[in-house]
């Protein structure tokens, strides 16, 4: 082994030129899977996707309606993020939708999901709406995420309830509709004391 010249038998200990430090490691940064969907084809995806394009790296859309159990692109979503996360266990992979409704409205298909996020680490994130933000589905995000839960299952009611309301409310105007053309028929000629009967036009 070569010796350097400065060190030999007999030779006092010289301290040698400082080591440069090793490079910090790179920061990893947060990988978001963006997932966007609406129920109809009338119904328009763009504002979603101008949203989650500036935060995602990878967007899945698709027109089907939460009450189809299968969606394919949200599975290719899920499945990128899990696998992802598989390969690289410390790189932190976020679901990003910009709102709940998007992704699910009843109670037990976000508890689910939610139980799937435990599993891989994954997280969810909502750009908009009164819960907006990142949720750790381990720790206090289970928390969160019950209360996620919660919000979207009173908002399939809600949906549920506008629903019936606006069969019902037509059939009450119909009905009231056709009772007072039913009265005016009725009521074409009024007798007045004294005179002759008046017409209504």
Request: hydrophobic residues 40%.
């Amino acid at each position: 082994m070569p010796v350097p010249e400065d060190r030999g038998p007999g030779r006092p200990w010289q301290p040698g030129p400082p080591v440069e430090a090793a490079p910090a490691a790179a920061t990893l940064q947060p990988i978001r899977i963006g997932y966007a969907r609406c129920s109809t084809a009338h119904q328009e995806l763009q504002s979603q996707l101008d949203a989650l394009a500036p935060v995602c790296k990878r967007i899945f859309s698709e027109k089907i309606s939460t009450r189809v159990k299968t969606r394919p692109e949200l599975e290719k979503a899920l499945k990128l993020a899990y696998d992802i996360k598989e390969s690289a266990p410390e790189q932190e992979v976020i679901l990003t939708v910009l709102e709940l409704k998007h992704l699910a409205r009843c109670a037990a298909e976000l508890m689910t999901l939610s139980g799937q996020h435990q599993a891989t680490g994954v997280q969810l994130e909502l750009l908009t709406g009164p819960l907006s933000g990142i949720y750790d589905p381990n720790g206090m995000g289970a928390m969160f995420f019950a209360v996620l839960a919660a919000a979207a299952q009173i908002e399939r009611n809600g949906v549920g309830r506008r629903a019936v309301r606006g069969p019902r409310a037509r059939r009450r105007v119909r009905s009231g509709a056709g009772s007072l053309m039913c009265w005016l028929t009725k009521c074409q000629e009024v007798p007045v004391k004294g005179r002759r009967p008046v017409t209504i036009s």
